[in-house]
T-cell receptor, first 110, second 113 residues
Framework: GQQVMQIPQYQHVQEGEDFTTYCNSS?????IQWYKQRPGGHPVFLIQ?????EVKKQKRLTFQFGEAKKNSSLHITATQTTDVGTYFC??????????FGKGTRLHILP | ETGVTQSPTHLIKTRGQQVTLRCSSQ?????VSWYQQALGQGPQFIFQ???????GRGNFPPRFSGLQFPNYSSELNVNALELDDSALYLC????????????FGEGSRLTVL
């Protein structure tokens, strides 16, 4: 079945350093979404990418969708303590059933 | 706030028991998906309901069942609980046919002893 893989599983960075998480799908995705889940919270939608090669920015966050629409990345510039949490990529392999990766847990060291 | 509400927020059951979790979808959303999130894992798709019928199912056994009501609210039922069913159960709503944002509730944390 369709799988969405994320790396790394965990990342510790010093506050102010950059952070990147990568997402790879075994099949082509019609779109990819990114969610953030704070410790003890629920996933919150960040963004959706639809077009091949698409790049979107939200302040310090940059999202990319690969040309083959099978991979994506999230890059955070100059991390802050508010960036702590787990970042999930998710995509619909078919119809609108959205499948999540296992996530990358980001820890910020002060 | 997403407008998706779930109840109860926490509950403890013992093996073999049955549990019902409830979800009220956001206004205007006619599709509800349920996910199971074990500790340290990503949300795993259980099933989706649209127009009161199951509209897709993940790799979960039949003892996981659901309902959707005319007002689009939904229930998740789990029979014959097992220890591995301990998890956060998340409900998410969206409009049918749209593969956009999922609006999640706060979740129901189930502990099976």
């Amino acid at each position: 079945g369709q799988q969405v893989m994320q790396i790394p599983q965990y990342q510790h960075v010093q506050e102010g350093e950059d952070f990147t998480t990568y997402c790879n799908s075994s099949t082509t995705l019609s779109n990819i979404q990114w969610y953030k889940q704070r410790p003890g919270g629920h996933p919150v939608f960040l963004i959706q990418l639809v077009k091949s090669g698409e790049v979107k920015k939200q302040k310090r966050l940059t999202f990319q969708f690969g040309e083959a629409k099978k991979n994506s990345s999230l890059h955070i510039t100059a991390t802050q303590t508010t960036d702590v949490g787990t970042y999930f990529c998710a995509g619909p392999p078919r119809d609108d059933k959205i499948i999540f990766g296992k996530g990358t847990r980001l820890h910020i060291l002060p | 706030e997403t407008g998706v509400t779930q109840s109860p927020t926490h509950l403890i059951k013992t093996r073999g028991q049955q549990v019902t979790l409830r979800c009220s979808s956001q206004s205007g959303h006619n599709t509800v998906s349920w996910y199971q999130q074990a500790l340290g894992q990503g949300p795993q798709f259980i099933f989706q309901y649209y127009r009161e019928e199951e509209n897709g199912r993940g790799n979960f056994p039949p003892r996981f069942s659901g309902l959707q009501f005319p007002n689009y609210s939904s229930e998740l039922n789990v029979n014959a609980l097992e220890l591995d069913d301990s998890a956060l159960y998340l409900c998410a709503s969206h409009r049918a046919g749209e593969t956009g944002e999922l609006f999640f509730g706060e979740g129901s944390r189930l502990t099976v002893l």
